[in-house]
DNA sequence: CTGTTAGCGCGTTCAC
DNA sequence: GTGAACGCGCTAACAG
């Protein structure tokens, strides 16, 4: 068995008795061939398994058809949906996606980038992480297409992005329709526009509620565990509820729960992002999820208008969430709905 | 604003008063080059914002410096780490990775496979689909280097594995350990070797200590409900443990024994795969874990060496896997040890 | 140590 | 409708 070398463009010109660009043309599409040698130039390709050669192509027409996707991380259902519907429709549009995590570190992030940009992708999907210089970032992709996913990136820069406010303050009224006397917020320490927009929207339903609106940053697992047993535990006032404000604070947050033996069915309890088990643990957590397909889809599709050159003003998505409704948050039977 | 161009090598070259292959020769790394020369280069490569065209030397030199990884999927712990830690080794060496997901269909899996081989990648490492035709895979990579991560691809393909056999012998003597009379497997529907692996573990533990071997195969929800809580409230010999065979299969009893209204404490419970959420649930979910990190530079190391052409006769690596001692086990405390 | 030359495989003028 | 020639940017031979 020998090293058989992969047959060329020109190997299949000969086979067929053609030229070389008459294959191109043939292989490339619908572009105008007599039959006779279509079949001819068919016959040959069959022939040889001749197969284009990718990189060859990339280098002539400055095109690589790939796209990038810069995600922090994969491990939870709302990014690994996101990437599967990506891939997918990537797929049908003859993209190939590259992946890449910068785990929630701008200066990894800056290295991810330019990798991508080395390889030469034809546009990009990114969450930016937490403490992102916008305008570095910028700076460093050049013009090559970009599109936020699920975090801004700046008014210049397209995004398609959850209804952050609206998410926050409808989780909050519902809590609040549960008779709940006082909600607490725990939000992440990252200095993210969505979660500020969040805090936003719990602060509005609080406030009008006439209620006092209470935050508990997570920035260690002991400082949450304190600030967290006070909050529901002191004498006056004692939180009744609370609203977490992203995937990894509520992981934190159920971890806390447990450490302090506080039954999560003594409490109301809303989580925005989805979690996988949220059937499992005791009550089912009501959740507010993202539609991490229809972002894909979304992005995806914004994406490729730009790569294909379109230069209309920066699009910015809004989506609206969806509440899953399952225990947690003082309703007995489970059901979801729009926002 | 123009659409400046990219900078070239005879760029370089001018500005530098060089010939383009000593800037070539400079940029690749120690070769031989005189100080002052190598001075004058790096300065024109600072100005000029000089960067290599991959493209281009991988169409010259015919690597490409990109590993492919094909998973079934990212939405667990197992994979989602094993990813992040096979991108960190790739971008120590200097690799780039690109993902694909096959959701554990052998058809999109050859689509994805061919995808990376036009791709060019200098390599694979992948989790074979259930129904994987390991002839057919074989013979569409030609002489990629592949590595089968977390399930077999035949002897005659690196391998690294966990030690299937033994986690489920050890799980389920751990089980019996706890005085259970009689223990069910239940086991995915795939046919797939390490599956098959921990089933012979489970019945030699089972046959030694006397007792029957039951298992249940979840094709379906419904099917998997009746079968399991029958055999977990019948009246003769009642199954009292349940050994769940997988991750997939962990979550679909989970679900089952919550639609029967079967506490889990009742019950004992040992699942092959670690969970996220293992610590949320009541009782704390006792698993074997799969030492993810581990697999994935184990794999990436052998990926590494047949990249730069190792001929060595096929390796096949076994890992232990890592007994995560919780509650539902019927352990008081929580431990865990290596196998 | 350095520069010149010749492709890697393909797409694209531009004549025919 | 078709083929010949050129070049995308780079590296590997080879002279010097």
Redesign the interface.
């Known amino acids: 068995m020998k ?1 058989t070398k992969r047959p060329t463009i020109i190997d299949v010109a000969h086979a067929a008795n053609v030229g070389a660009s008459t294959v191109s043309r043939h292989v490339r599409g619908g572009k105008s061939v007599s039959p006779e040698v279509a079949r001819r130039i068919e016959i040959a390709i069959a022939q040889l398994g001749y ?1 284009p ?4 192509r ?2 002539r027409v400055g095109r ?1 058809q790939t796209l990038g996707v810069l995600f922090p ?5 709302f990014f ?2 996101a ?2 519907t990506i ?1 997918t429709e990537a ?1 049908i549009n003859g993209f ?6 910068h ?1 929630e570190e701008a200066k990894l992030q800056q ?1 991810q980038l330019a ?1 991508l940009k ?3 992708v034809d546009g990009i999907i990114m969450v930016p992480a937490a403490e992102t210089n916008v305008a570095q970032v910028r700076a460093l992709l050049g ?1 090559t297409p970009v599109v936020a996913f699920d975090r801004s990136l700046g008014s210049a820069v397209d995004s398609v992005l959850l209804d952050n406010y609206r998410a926050a303050r409808e989780a909050t009224e519902h809590l609040l329709g549960h008779r709940h006397s006082h909600i607490v917020a725990v939000n992440a320490p990252y200095k993210l526009q969505p979660l500020q927009s969040r805090f936003n929207g719990y602060k509005e339903a609080m406030e009008t509620a006439g209620k006092h609106a209470e935050t508990i940053v997570w920035h260690e697992s002991e400082q949450l565990r304190k600030e967290l047993c006070a909050a529901l535990q002191r004498k006056r006032e004692p939180a009744t509820a609370i609203l977490s404000m992203s995937y990894s604070v509520t ?1 934190a947050v ?2 806390t729960l ?1 450490e302090c033996h506080i039954a999560l069915s003594k409490i109301g309890f809303i989580g925005i992002d989805d ?3 949220a ?4 009550p089912p957590l009501t959740t507010l999820a993202q539609p991490s397909e229809q972002f894909a889809r979304l992005a995806f599709q914004q994406l490729l208008g730009r790569t294909s050159g379109s230069k209309e003003k920066p699009v910015h998505v809004v989506v609206a969430g969806n509440m899953m409704i399952r225990s947690s948050c003082g309703c007995k039977s489970a059901s979801s709905r729009s926002l």
């Open positions: 090293e197969e050669n990718t990189l060859a990339s280098l690589t991380h994969v491990n939870n259902v690994g949906n990437l599967r891939q797929r190939t996606v590259m992946l890449l995590t785990q290295e990798s080395r390889s030469q013009n992981l159920l971890s447990r979690m996988e088990f059937n499992f643990i005791h």
